[in-house]
């Protein structure tokens, strides 16, 4: 059975790869149709790759459901945020509205997963993202964009969610580390999500190859922990 599982998914990941590849090679060409492209099929070929590691009776799980939904809602938001500001504030708007609830199902796979979740892992990386949060907030308060306030506040809500469900899961896996790699891809994600906020407010942090080598990392890892507490 595991040798016909990587029989499917070691090609799969190579895709995945030469997928990434060519997103950051069209980012350094400035080939925006090459981008579209392979920015677009990123987490469709990501899905495909957690599926095809998963055994048939670990795919019909409940919890999978909103995996499979975090990643499409992922790819419509990549696809939402292609288009640009000149088509108006509605393709944005409903690209961040795609996230964020793609994290909300993120976070209701971890919940819906069986893992016990323990309160104080969980509180006390809520306490460590409240003073994150609070130092975002100051930093858009103070520019000339705090319009943009309540929707970065509630959009990075998702993130911080996500990071305080998963911490709960630490040390009641299998393997301990599984949570700590999923962990760390929240906060690629909110690192990336915090350089596309500096950029839409005119004051740049990193270029697009930084947002998106970085978003890529997060989605990666993410996906990799969740495969890891399940074989």
Not at 59 to 82: E, K, N, P, S, V
Not at 102 to 126: A, N, R
Not at 142 to 166: D, T, W
Request: proline share 3%; with cysteine.
């Amino acid at each position: 059975m595991k040798n016909s599982l990587l029989f499917i998914s070691l090609p799969l990941i190579i895709i995945y790869l030469t997928d990434i590849f060519f997103c950051l090679y069209s980012i350094r060409k400035n080939n925006t149709r090459m981008y579209s492209v392979s920015k677009s099929l990123l987490m469709p070929i990501l899905l495909m790759c957690y599926l095809s590691f998963l055994t048939f009776q670990a795919r019909m799980f409940y919890q999978q459901r909103f995996c499979i939904l975090a990643l499409i809602l992922h790819c419509l938001g990549d696809i939402l945020l292609l288009f640009p500001r000149t088509y108006g504030k509605r393709f944005m708007l409903s690209g961040i509205v795609s996230f964020f609830i793609g994290h909300i199902s993120y976070t209701l796979w971890f919940t819906k997963s069986g893992i016990p979740l323990s309160e104080k892992e969980g509180l006390v990386t809520l306490f460590f993202m409240m003073i994150v949060q609070y130092f975002l907030y100051r930093y858009v308060m103070l520019s000339s964009f705090r319009k943009f306030v309540p929707l970065v506040i509630l959009y990075s809500f998702g993130l911080v969610a996500l990071a305080v469900v998963i911490s709960s899961t630490l040390g009641n896996t299998e393997r301990f580390y599984a949570p700590l790699i999923s962990l760390l891809g929240v906060f690629f994600f909110y690192f990336s999500d915090y350089c596309v906020a500096r950029r839409a407010i005119r004051v740049p942090l990193f270029g697009q190859m930084v947002i998106m080598s970085t978003y890529v990392t997060a989605q990666t890892l993410i996906i990799t922990g969740m495969l890891l507490m399940q074989i």
